[in-house]
């Protein structure tokens, strides 16, 4: 049944019912309107009678008058004559009382004409009776017999008259009697007949309503047993636990689900208090879950469970579940009972467990890896106090390539597990050991001195030494540099820590590897680091002294995209005292290694910003920033203010990031580009598709250009495997809207295939060398 269903049966009951009690209303009110018509009837016809009474009175009245004066002219005796006067005086008195009583009845028009007739008459036979009862009292028999002459000829012949007029008054009433006898008779048969249909009607409807609301009643009732039994099927076919009860926490139903978790039949525990059956415990919040369902049952009170809840079986057995608590509820939002559903999720955590696990340590070997090594050392540094020191040792497996590079990488993997589970052995609870690299591990051990973590480092070297791995027949032995820096307890920066055990292990390696080397947190005379900071002292001088100079090599519009606008790429040399040139592959990793990559990147930005101001043409020139200078904020702020002051067409300008740089710091460096490209400078992905996340990123940058990898460029023509992928990379580019260029083109055969794929622009030893700029 629909939800508009409802509301339409309502509605038809209302006016069902409505139109019911409309009949019964007209039913009532018509009885009254019959009864009212047959009283107004009765009434007129005891009218009538009172008239005819009146007149019957009257007409005794006015023959007791004739009849008394016409004996007073035959009396002789005086006296009796008195009487009889007094007599007819009485008669006339009544008479005109009658009469006028007669007249109050009301009357219509046809007995008014009558009275207003007889009226005439009856002044006239007064008249003449007074005159006939004056003569009588004469003691002349000669006005007796005149009296008696003007009584039986002129007073009864108009009490002829007048009777006359009283018996018609009186076939009126007659007649008005007889008339409203038919008419209560027919009233009363027409209110019967119309009281029949009425009932008939009201019947007949009142079966209509009681069989559609039987009708409806039973269709409803089948229609919740098919949503009751599709509940049912739908309970017992889904996945979740569910258990329903009733308001005041009885059990009414656990679907299959439920009962194999819980471990007892729904028939089993029907009627029984959900405390019994559910015992789940919130562990978070210390508290039953059976109880906060009761006191939702009871005063509408909850607050959902915390993520760790755990529920006791029958079995004993405990197991991890993530459950909702709801009330059901009546339309006017009465609490009804509740449900509860629920899910093992036993597997679940196991499986979350696992991949934190991987999170946080090494795929290979299960040891923690960089970041979480550097995040349990730092948690470390703040929390251990005391008079006791620690160490952080850094080992660089030696002879690790050879391994590699003869047997292949599943023996070196091998050989990375089986070590550091040797490592391990040697090692306290309280050590912290991870792998930080391909052959590269870190350890920090806490609450030792200097000559304790000399001696722990030298075992485990040695260890490494016995240990002759086996791989093929074939055996094999490493070794490894240690390098190991004390860490004082009020040391708290890991940066630091690190950079001085990283340089006591290249001094390990610089002073013929396998061996431990130890250096102090603040020893700042370590012959090999103060080798490596002299490239950061010759970096920043060649920054002071301007011994930096800047060379570009062409990019070429090809093919149909010739008559865009063409592209230099700025490259970086380093100038000695003698001024000759230092490759960049020199100094550049020690920049990167002590952060001045960003100020390199600082001064080649500049430079170009001057250049551009000379250069009249509309090339656009193209500078390459490091992974470094993505992840500096101050860099980036610095750079686009440059460009923001400087009096150039920032369109002239596009910005290279390889890959790996934007991965490492993605979030700065898609702000950074994003701002670049608000400017109006354009901006490029260098190095596309040599790293293993490229298509997952490229979505996500801001860019124009995109390089294709020159590995791929190169080998285009002899391998159709790259030419496939360089031809992928430039249509993703071009679904893009992007423009892209190849790298590394070397011969006009390359430069062919790229203008048949449709490529924009093209870089390399074929258009020219790197050139002074």
């Given at each position: 049944m629909t939800n508009k269903e409802p509301t339409n049966l309502y509605y038809t009951l209302i006016l069902a019912f409505t139109f019911l009690i409309s009949l019964l209303s007209l039913y009532a009110y018509t009885s009254y309107i019959q009864k009212m018509e047959a009283f107004e009837i009765i009434e007129s016809s005891g009218r009538a009678s009172n008239k005819m009474e009146m007149i019957v009175r009257l007409i005794e009245t006015a023959r007791s008058r004739t009849r008394i004066t016409l004996n007073m002219t035959y009396e002789e005796d005086v006296f009796v004559k008195d009487e009889m006067g007094v007599e007819l005086n009485v008669l006339a008195s009544r008479?005109?009382?009658?009469?006028?009583?007669?007249?109050?009845?009301?009357?219509?028009?046809?007995?008014?004409?009558?009275?207003?007739?007889?009226?005439?008459?009856?002044?006239?036979?007064?008249?003449?009776?007074?005159?006939?009862?004056?003569m009588a009292v004469s003691e002349d028999p000669k006005i007796i017999k005149q009296a008696q002459k003007i009584?039986?000829?002129?007073?009864?012949?108009?009490?002829?008259?007048?009777?006359?007029?009283?018996?018609k008054l009186l076939d009126i009433q007659k007649k008005m009697i007889d008339s409203s006898k038919d008419a209560v008779a027919v009233s009363v048969k027409k209110s019967n007949q119309l009281e029949i249909l009425l009932f008939?009607?009201?019947?007949?409807?009142?079966?209509?309503?009681?069989?559609?609301?039987?009708?409806?009643?039973?269709?409803?009732?089948?229609?919740?047993?098919?949503?009751?039994?599709?509940?049912i099927i739908t309970l017992k076919s889904i996945g979740d636990a569910v258990i329903t009860t009733n308001r005041d926490g009885l059990v009414e139903y656990l679907n299959p689900v439920a009962e194999k978790i819980i471990g007892c039949m729904s028939h089993d525990v029907e009627g029984k208090s959900i405390v019994e059956i559910f015992k789940a415990y919130d562990e978070e919040n210390s508290r039953w879950l059976a109880k906060c369902i009761m006191n939702l049952l009871k005063d509408g009170s909850y607050s959902m469970p915390s993520n760790d809840v755990s529920l006791m079986v029958n079995d004993g057995e405990k197991v991890d579940i993530a459950l909702t608590i709801a009330p059901i509820q009546s339309i006017d939002n009465n609490i009804l009972g509740s449900i509860t559903t629920f899910q093992d999720i036993t597997k679940?955590?196991?499986?979350a467990k696992h991949i934190e696990h991987q999170a946080s340590h090494d795929v290979l070997t299960g040891l923690?890896?960089?970041?979480?090594f550097e995040h349990k050392v730092e948690q470390a540094l703040e929390l251990y106090s005391g008079d006791k020191d620690h160490?952080?040792?850094?080992?660089?497996?030696?002879?690790?390539?050879?391994?590699?590079?003869?047997?292949?990488?599943?023996?070196?993997?091998?050989?990375?597990?089986?070590?550091?589970?040797?490592?391990?052995?040697?090692?306290?609870?309280?050590?912290?050991?991870?792998?930080?690299?391909?052959?590269?591990?870190?350890?920090?051990?806490s609450y030792v001195d200097k000559s304790d973590a000399i001696q722990i480092a030298e075992k485990i070297l040695q260890s490494i030494r016995d240990y002759q791995f086996i791989w093929v027949n074939k055996s094999f032995r490493v070794g490894a540099s240690i390098g190991i820096v004390d860490a004082p307890s009020q040391v708290s920066n890991y940066e630091n820590l690190y950079h001085a055990a990283d340089t006591a292990c290249y001094m390990a390696k610089h002073n013929g590897r396998d061996r431990v080397h130890m250096v102090t947190y603040n020893d700042e005379n370590v012959t090999e680091e103060r080798e490596q900071t002299q490239w950061v002292n010759r970096i920043n001088d060649a920054l002071e002294n301007d011994r930096f100079t800047l060379y570009a090599q062409d990019i070429i519009p090809i093919g149909r995209s010739s008559d865009l606008s063409p592209h230099k790429e700025v490259l970086i040399r380093m100038l000695d005292d003698d001024d000759n040139i230092i490759p960049p592959m020199a100094f550049i990793p020690p920049a990167e290694r002590y952060n001045i990559m960003s100020k390199i990147d600082e001064w080649v930005v500049s430079k170009v910003l001057e250049k551009v101001k000379e250069?009249?043409?509309?090339?656009?020139?193209?500078?390459?920033?490091?992974?470094?200078?993505?992840?500096?904020?101050?860099?980036?702020?610095?750079?686009?203010?440059?460009?923001?002051?400087?009096?150039?067409?920032?369109?002239?300008?596009?910005?290279?990031?390889?890959?790996?740089?934007?991965?490492?710091?993605?979030?700065?460096?898609?702000?950074?580009l994003k701002n670049i490209q608000e400017l109006g400078c354009h901006t490029a992905l260098d190095d596309f598709g040599s790293g293993l996340s490229s298509f997952a990123y490229l979505k996500n940058l801001p860019i124009n250009y995109l390089k294709i990898d020159g590995i791929f460029i190169k080998q285009i023509v002899d391998d159709k495997i790259s030419r496939v992928m360089v031809e992928a990379i430039h249509k993703i580019g071009k679904t893009m809207n992007l423009k892209t260029i190849a790298e590394f083109v070397e011969n006009d055969e390359i430069e062919n295939l790229l203008i048949e794929m449709g490529i924009d622009y093209a870089q390399g030893y074929y258009y020219g060398e790197p050139a002074p700029l």
């Open positions: 008479f005109y009382k009658l009469r006028s009583e007669l007249i109050d009845l009301g009357l219509n028009t046809e007995e008014t004409n009558i009275i207003e007739k007889q009226s005439e008459v009856i002044s006239q036979a007064l008249k003449l009776q007074r005159k006939a009862a004056a009584l039986i000829q002129e007073v009864y012949s108009r009490q002829g008259v007048i009777i006359d007029y009283f018996m008939i009607i009201i019947f007949l409807l009142a079966v209509i309503v009681v069989a559609y609301v039987v009708k409806r009643t039973i269709q409803n009732q089948n229609e919740l047993y098919i949503e009751k039994e599709k509940a679940e955590k196991i499986m923690l890896n960089r970041r979480e160490a952080l040792c850094i080992m660089d497996l030696d002879r690790f390539k050879i391994i590699n590079d003869t047997l292949g990488h599943a023996a070196g993997d091998e050989l990375l597990k089986q070590l550091s589970s040797r490592i391990k052995m040697l090692l306290r609870q309280t050590d912290l050991f991870a792998r930080i690299g391909g052959d590269e591990f870190a350890l920090f051990l250069d009249t043409t509309q090339t656009i020139y193209a500078i390459n920033l490091s992974g470094q200078s993505m992840g500096d904020r101050q860099f980036t702020q610095r750079i686009t203010d440059a460009i923001k002051i400087s009096k150039i067409n920032h369109a002239r300008l596009c910005f290279e990031i390889t890959e790996t740089a934007a991965i490492s710091s993605l979030e700065n460096a898609t702000e950074f």
